[in-house]
């Protein structure tokens, strides 16, 4: 899985077509597939990861984990969005947290989605995620706040997360975890590691993933611009 939301973003032209030639070395005689992660909508990653000219990814993981789409498809897996859906309130968690207001500003409305609240925090302080946590509990929200990047909280259903999209992804195409290889740089992305796939850790991640240097199946790359490619050879997924 690539990061469109940091880790190509941080690339320059070299590295970006040294990925390119080991994403085209995934044709469809092997097994190995692509997969994007974002926090964007559908359209919007589109838009950005055809500016890459990278190869067509064969799933995307959209807005924080609560939306799945299959490569060219327009229309969104729609189990995975009906069992995230369960005891959902948006409405319900906007109003639980609009008393925490001086933290927290709602985004602009293309952040938004049906499953999705997000917020931009007034300045950084990583003691909001367990005073969100707690509001939420106490207004009895099936809901949990995922803080990435210092500034940018979302709010999505209690079932839901990136880590939990490809656990349903690794049921739905009989995929064992550790055959899944994602990109972990910033805050908030200790869940994909934790969700047991296979990862690796830019030069230059977040101080906060050092801790998880014990977890199994997590390499941290010795560089930070092409070090998903550094990753796939390690793994030899290329």
Partial sequence: ???????????????????????????PET??????????????ARKRYAEFYLPDPSVW???????????????HDRFWQSSIGIDWDRSGVEQSLAALKDHLELQDNE?????KVSYLLRKPDQAILPLVRKRLRQKGQAA?????CHWYLDVIPLR?????AIRHLALRWHVPLE????????????????????????ADHD????????????????????SFVEGLRHYRFS
Avoid: W
């Avoid at 097994?31 to 919007?44: D, E, F, H, M, Q």
């Avoid at 952040?111 to 499953?115: E, L, N, P, R, T």
């Avoid at 101080?207 to 010795?222: K, Y």
């Fill in 1 to 27: 899985f690539l990061d469109l939301d940091s880790s190509l973003e941080s690339m320059n032209t070299d590295y970006l077509s040294e990925l390119r030639r080991s994403l085209e070395c995934l044709g």
């Fill in 31 to 44: 097994p190995n597939r692509v997969g994007v992660l974002t926090g964007r909508s559908i359209k919007a």
């Fill in 61 to 75: 993981i959209c807005r924080a984990g609560t939306e799945i789409y299959y490569g060219a498809e327009d229309q």
């Fill in 111 to 115: 952040q938004q989605s049906s499953y």
């Fill in 144 to 148: 949990l706040p995922y803080l990435r």
């Fill in 160 to 164: 839901a997360s990136r880590a939990e």
């Fill in 179 to 202: 055959h899944i290889f994602v990109v972990a740089s910033q805050q908030g992305d200790a869940e994909l590691i934790r969700g047991l796939t296979t990862a690796v850790v830019p």
């Fill in 207 to 226: 101080p906060c993933l050092e801790s998880l240097r014990s977890q199994q199946r997590v390499f941290f790359a010795s560089r930070s611009k092409d």
